[in-house]
């Protein structure tokens, strides 16, 4: 079996790139302003992580008009969903490897479940 | 790509962090309760006029304008704040929940016309909110009807008015909805 870190997808394990999977997922769809302001992000970083998860499949963008105003709606794909769920599997699997080593005790807290 | 354990421990909880972020702007369902726990205290006078038989068409009716109403709400709500939740699978469950209660009132009111005609619909609503706890990963919201579900099952188990159950248990759901409006009012 591969070590942990040679199963992290490039488009996904980058944490802001985790951090839009990870709302999408949660937030069902969101808006544009929305994400950025819960990423802290400005617009032109949080538009070009989109393109590269919408490049990869991960994410879906629909761009509509909204009381005469455009408003850009986000949402994870079902392999966004995926790629998430394998990346949090793998950052987990990192650290038990390090904590299955002998003598080894756990050195933080339980992780809540992030998807 | 090499990453410390440190690392992603650190990963991990940032994006537990914003998980729970996402998951408290997605919202508690309050809502529901308040509105349907209002046309449940609605149908308490018609219930005492009419019997359970009264049931099933005011609950065709104000059913069908409760979801519209609540539909409304969240709609609305996502706009304002730019995330609607997980709205599919939540709104599923409520056809669900709502179709349950009309053959479970149908199916027991037909057999008789004792408070098990609104017993068995209180049980399908707590099964159905239990669910939808579940779904949002909020164990308080799945018990926050415990109590008055409780409190009505053992209220009609005791011999009272289909009417009386069904005042009982709209004031419980609306109190609990309104406790899980404050709850998640707060910082």
């Known amino acids: 079996m591969s070590h942990p870190t040679r199963r992290l997808d490039d488009a996904v394990h980058q944490r802001t790139r985790l951090g839009i999977l990870t709302v999408l997922c949660e937030g069902g769809r969101v808006d544009f302003a929305y994400l950025r302001n819960t990423l802290e992000l400005t617009d032109g970083n949080l538009s ?31 392999a966004g969903r995926s790629a ?13 490897s390090v904590e299955a080593r002998p003598g080894r005790r756990p050195s933080h807290r339980p992780l809540a479940e992030p998807t | 790509m090499e990453l410390t354990p440190r690392q992603a421990a650190e990963t991990l ?105 609104v017993l068995v619909p209180i049980v399908v609503v707590f099964a159905g909110y239990l669910a939808l706890g579940w779904m949002q990963r909020d164990p308080v919201a799945s018990l926050a009807i415990a109590p008055g579900v409780a409190l009505s099952v053992g209220v009609a188990l005791g011999g009272a008015e289909p009417w009386i159950v069904e005042l009982i248990f709209g004031a419980t759901l609306v109190l609990a909805g309104a406790g899980l409006r404050s709850r998640r009012a707060r910082p």
């Open chain 1, 48 to 78: 070009r992580n989109i393109s590269r998860l919408e490049e990869s499949g991960y994410v879906r963008v629909a761009k509509v008009i909204e009381s005469r105003r455009p408003r850009t709606w986000l949402s994870a794909t079902p």
């Open chain 1, 84 to 96: 998430l769920a394998a990346e949090v599997t793998a950052l987990r699997e990192i650290i038990a």
């Open chain 2, 13 to 117: 909880d940032d994006l537990g962090r914003l998980h729970r972020r996402a998951r408290q702007s997605a919202g508690v369902p309050w809502f529901p309760l308040v509105c349907f726990g209002g046309l449940t205290l609605l149908s308490s006078p018609l219930v005492a006029v009419a019997g359970t038989a009264a049931l099933l068409p005011l609950w065709l009716v104000a059913g069908g304008a409760g979801m519209l109403i609540t539909r409304r709400h969240y709609v609305r709500r996502a706009h304002e704040l730019g995330v609607t939740g997980r709205g599919r699978g939540v709104w599923r469950l409520v056809v669900v929940m709502f179709g349950g209660c009309l053959i479970a009132g149908i199916a027991v009111g037909q057999l008789s016309d004792k408070p098990a005609g």
